[in-house]
């Protein structure tokens, strides 16, 4: 077969940054002895709308870091108007990573990882000494398949489904060696499910595209018996290019949170509903490198029982494209 | 091609499904109750044993023994403990009836434990 040079030379490329990517997918999958996420207070989801299928070999990175704060309690849809609460605030600090190969022009294997510098839990009663986990969240290995894809209509639909797994099977614990509180753990320590499912729809003419993008999640339980309720979150995404490089983005999304389970029991202050509203700015720089800033704002919660909830959380991105990855990059440049 | 590279990937998938499936689900025995020669757990007392959200109550273990060490847990993941040692504080933002376990062992890792319930009103 004759290879063209630009595709040797493609090829050369990708065979060059190999050792980038496996080397990052090893630490992925190697941090086994890290401490390792997350109730009420919310989980940090990405900060990226890079969420197709990639070109075969080719490899994107996603890194973010996301804070968010907690600090009212709700019983239902409207504030707690009770005097005492078990915490003041809460609130976290998480850097994650999202490396994506493309094997096949069909499959893209997709492997997330994060770590939360703090997830404080700070309690109202001041006896309490205030509880700070640290480490490692789950890790997910992810498939997803091009189901359907049209590069001349631009539309897109692939879905994907994958494993999320622990790096400790061990709870975190305070330093007098009792549990930490489950909002201040940075993982479930649980094995889980995940699966997604993708809608994409470019105006090329406009540089408009819009997505829509379903995410579904099962934990299993912990050494404890202690299961997360399953999560079903859906987020549509509408980019519009701004400027020369510059996109705005705004994003509406749902979660809706099942109950947990402890020994068979369902714990009755957990489960939620909540939608939230993202505006973000992106900023591409020579087609590869990609910057975004987005700012989450909660616009209807619905807790069952009475729940700490987010109030505000805002998170920082950098993507980079190790190579021509999709036909959405034609917006971009 | 595109074939080649299906067949190709389903092996990996199959693969990550089988330890997602063997490695899932698990739970630990529960601890029995022990007691041994070297350790004599001799009480475990609970100050208030009904309490309401939030508010801490004091658990007390006496227990005779050289160099122990003490180990608080319950029987629901929200339950925060507060000190160390033979004497600790309890609480939990849910309401229901708990159990709270002690475990003490000894350098030679001599075990003993004992369990008080806790009741929480919401």
């Known amino acids: 077969m004759l290879i063209t040079r630009p595709r040797r030379m493609y090829m050369l490329l990708v065979l060059n940054r190999l050792p980038l990517f496996i080397f990052v997918a090893a ?17 940090p989801v990405g900060a990226s709308t890079y969420v197709g299928v990639l070109n075969k070999n080719a490899v994107r990175a996603i890194s973010f870091y996301r804070h968010s704060f907690s600090d009212i ?42 770590y939360f510098f703090n997830k404080v839990v700070n309690f109202h009663n001041p006896q309490l000494t205030d509880h700070n986990g640290r480490g490692m969240s789950n890790g997910t290995v992810l498939l997803k398949y091009g189901i359907y894809i049209d590069p001349v209509k631009l539309i897109e639909i692939s879905g994907g489904a994958g494993i999320k797994y622990p790096f400790t099977r061990q709870p975190a614990t305070a330093p007098n060696g009792s549990l930490l509180h489950l909002d201040a753990r940075p993982s479930t320590n649980a094995f889980g499910f995940t699966g997604t499912l993708l809608l994409s729809k470019e105006f090329a003419p406009l540089t408009l595209r819009t997505f829509l993008l379903s995410r579904f999640e099962y934990n299993g339980f912990n050494i404890n018996d202690y299961q997360t309720g399953k999560l079903f979150s859906s987020s549509l995404f509408v980019s519009k290019k701004i400027a020369k490089r510059l996109f705005g983005i705004a994003q509406l999304r749902n979660e809706l949170h099942g109950k947990d389970i402890q020994d068979g029991e369902v714990q009755n202050n957990t489960g939620y509903f909540l939608m939230v509203f993202t505006p973000q700015i992106s900023y591409s720089i020579a087609g590869l490198w990609n910057l975004s800033f987005l700012y989450d704002v909660p616009v209807f919660k619905n807790y069952q029982g009475k729940q700490l909830t987010p109030q505000y959380s805002y998170a920082i991105s950098l993507t980079r494209d190790f190579s021509n990855c999709t036909f959405k990059r034609k917006i971009t440049d | 091609m595109e074939k080649h590279s299906l067949i190709k990937s389903f092996p990996i998938l199959i693969i990550l499904l089988t330890i997602a499936i063997s490695g899932g689900c698990k739970k630990e025995d529960d601890a029995p109750q022990t007691q041994t020669d070297k350790i004599e757990f001799v009480s475990l007392v609970v100050e208030k044993d009904n309490i309401e959200i939030t508010e801490l ?7 005779k023994g050289n160099n122990l060490t003490y180990i608080w847990k319950c029987d629901n993941e929200l339950g925060v403990f507060e000190g160390s040692g033979a004497e600790v504080l309890f609480t939990i933002c849910h309401g229901g009836t708990f159990k709270v376990t002690c475990e003490v062992k000894d350098n030679a890792n001599n075990k003993a434990s004992k369990d008080v319930y806790v009741t929480c009103v919401e």
Do not use: W
């Open chain 1, 27 to 43: 630490v992925l999958f190697s941090a086994g002895d890290i401490k390792a996420q997350c109730c009420s207070t919310g989980s």
């Open chain 1, 73 to 114: 309690y709700y019983k239902g849809t409207n504030p707690s108007d009770d005097a005492v609460d078990m915490s003041d605030n809460a609130f976290y600090d998480f850097a994650g990573l999202s490396v994506e190969y493309g094997l096949s022009h069909r499959f893209t294997l997709q492997a997330d990882a994060g």
């Open chain 2, 57 to 63: 109550t004091k658990v007390s273990a006496t227990v």
